[in-house]
């Protein structure tokens, strides 16, 4: 027609992964031990009726249920390998035989699908030996679905196969799991996918370099179907070499990931930094690299105990961990950092910021080096007791006086106590006159809060009674504070006539005018604590700086470049 061009394109093409999906038990990869035992079953004839197929995505689940279902089929079987050139398995193959049926059970979960599907397993089948139901995703089956496959599967009849396919068997009910033959598909290491796409190269004439190939090989995360979906990619973006292939994919190449756990184990946070930086400019999944960098390091710990021997147990080319420095690949750090990415990679799963969390978790990596190892300050430590310069020293008591210690100029007395002296209920046991002290052949004593409680005792029992049922007794400075526990005695101590004469015993006691300050037993408990807190701070600070002067600390500070950040006082 005038003014329109017709155009045709060749629009048949075959994706690699389905041009070069395994149609014999031989061509099958990485499944040896699933793909064994299926053919001396066939071959001696104790092929199960039902069978399941577990495992990751891309790993060869479907693809063997079709070769399983040509080499029992096969018009030149059962055998261990079907021909693939009968008309049986060219039918297989092509997805066209009435008797070999796919279902997704993705999308016929529900139990109707599963009446009618025992409805036609009781025909015959048309040209094959047998019929064969190929469940995929058969965890997607509904409840009422299973229970209804039940009898099916533990009675089948003679001529019909079912074989399962499941990303989750886990999910599967135990009452299907236990009519089945269980077969679990692993997932291929990169060296096992490296290699078979190295062979699809070539008879591709793709031209790949052998260090691009391992990077689509890590990418596909143990998937070879995935491996020929992201070389089909590559191949059509007209990437060859490593570099090109990262631009394709977006992937980080292995030697970004290398530099920054070499930064990291150099304790050089800024390259780390900076690489992280042009990675994320170049718009690289953050997320991706933790984890690319967590298998480095797993790599490196493997490597470090198993050398080239554990080559196809590592993620990374081997010639990648062989370019560390030996003397960088400390069991110990590795080990520590390895928990803490990992740590580091659920957090950054579930944050809006990822790259600070992982600017942050590496400056902290980087600086592991610089920690003190416990066992390092406790050699350091036995080394300093075992010289006998220093005794150790046992934990101080509150209250206890601390060597180096100032005296402080107060002097208070709870009346009542225990005998950890804590305030209890129980007054303190009255000093009869049996019991009294010889003043006259007693040592000179400082005059105390508790002297003059005995001196009270002697010249006035009634007010030294009241003072013994007190909370507490307090002199500082010429003013004798009374902390009362009840409203009658703060009453009583209110009188005049008793206030008075408690002024001039005291006075004659301490030897100086002496006046008196009241606490109620309700008004006084905030203050009470702001008092007793205040102490506590007191007695702290007094315990720090006898703490810093004793020998062993001064030693240790000096040994660690260490300092005195807390101190705490034991009950």
């Given amino acids: 027609m005038p003014g329109y061009h017709l155009l045709i394109t060749n629009m048949s093409y075959l994706v690699l992964a389905r041009k070069w999906r395994p149609q014999t038990f031989g061509e099958v990869i990485g499944q040896s031990h699933v ?44 055998s261990k390998e079907p021909c693939n050139k009968c008309g049986i398995c060219k039918e297989i193959t092509q997805g066209a035989s009435v008797d070999v049926v796919e279902i997704d059970g993705a999308s016929n979960r529900g139990i109707d699908e599963i009446r009618r599907l025992r409805e036609t397993i009781l025909f015959q089948p048309v040209r094959c030996r047998y019929k064969v139901y190929i469940i995929d995703e058969v965890h997607m089956l509904t409840r009422e679905a299973f229970n209804a496959l039940l009898k099916t599967l533990e009675e089948p009849p003679s001529h019909v196969y079912f ?32 290699e078979h796409l190295t062979r699809i190269c070539q008879a591709e004439n793709l031209g ?75 718009g690289g999944d953050l997320q991706r690299l933790t984890h690319d960098m967590l298998y480095f390091l797993r790599d490196l710990l493997l490597f470090k105990e198993l050398g080239v021997d554990g080559e196809s147990l590592y993620s ?23 928990h803490m990415l990992s740590n580091a990679l659920e957090a950054i799963k579930r944050s809006s910021t990822p790259r600070i969390l992982l600017e942050t978790i590496v ?29 150790q020293t046992p934990p101080m008591a509150l209250g206890t006086a601390i060597p180096g210690a100032t005296n402080s100029s107060r002097s208070t007395v709870p009346t009542k106590t225990t005998p950890s002296q804590a305030p209890s ?63 009658f ?50 007695q702290r600070l007094s315990a720090r700086e006898a703490l810093k002067a004793h020998p062993l600390v001064k030693e240790a500070i000096k040994t660690f470049g260490a300092k005195v950040e807390d101190i705490k006082l034991f009950e």
Wanted: aromatic share 4%.
């Fill in 425 to 487: 209920d129980t007054p303190l046991k009255k000093v009869t006159p049996s019991t009294r002290p010889n003043v006259d052949h007693a040592p000179a004593r400082e005059k105390d809060v508790q002297g003059f409680m005995e001196y009270l005792q002697n010249v006035s029992p009634p007010l030294w009674s009241i003072l013994d049922r007190v909370k507490a007794l307090e002199i500082d400075n010429g003013i004798l504070r009374i902390f009362c526990n009840s409203s």
């Fill in 208 to 282: 790949l370099e052998p260090q691009a190939i391992d990077l689509v090989a890590k990418a596909a995360q143990g998937s070879l179907r995935d491996s020929l979906s992201l070389l089909d990619q590559v191949v059509a973006f007209g990437a060859k070499t490593k570099d090109q292939i990262s631009e394709a994919l977006g992937l980080i190449p292995g030697d970004v990931i290398k530099n920054i756990v070499v930064a990291i184990l150099n304790g050089d946070p800024k390259d780390a930094i900076l690489t992280i930086d042009r990675v994320h400019r170049f």
């Fill in 363 to 391: 400056i902290r990596m980087s600086r592991l080096k610089e920690i003190v190892k416990i066992d390092t300050v406790i050699d350091k430590l036995e080394g300093v007791l075992k010289s006998g310069q220093y005794t």
């Fill in 35 to 78: 793909t064994r035992t299926l053919q001396n079953a066939i071959q001696q004839g104790r092929l199960a009726h039902a069978l399941i197929f577990s495992g990751a995505r891309g790993v060869g689940k479907t693809s063997i249920a079709r070769i399983v279902s040509k080499a029992i089929n096969c018009e030149n079987g059962p």
């Fill in 489 to 538: 005695q703060e009453n009583r101590l209110k009188d005049p006539k008793c206030k008075k004469e408690l002024e001039q015993h005291s006075t004659s006691y301490f030897g100086q005018k002496i006046a008196l300050e009241l606490n109620g037993s309700s008004a006084s408990k905030a203050k009470d604590k702001k008092k007793v807190a205040k102490n506590a701070v007191s």
């Fill in 163 to 194: 074989m399962f396919a499941t990303t989750e068997a886990s999910k599967l009910p135990d009452t299907i799991r236990s009519r089945c033959q269980h077969y679990e598909f692993r997932l291929l290491t990169p060296k096992e996918i490296g």
């Fill in 316 to 338: 990374n080319p081997l010639y990648e961990l062989q370019g560390v420095d030996e003397q960088l690949i400390d069991t110990a750090i590795i080990s520590e950092l390895i």
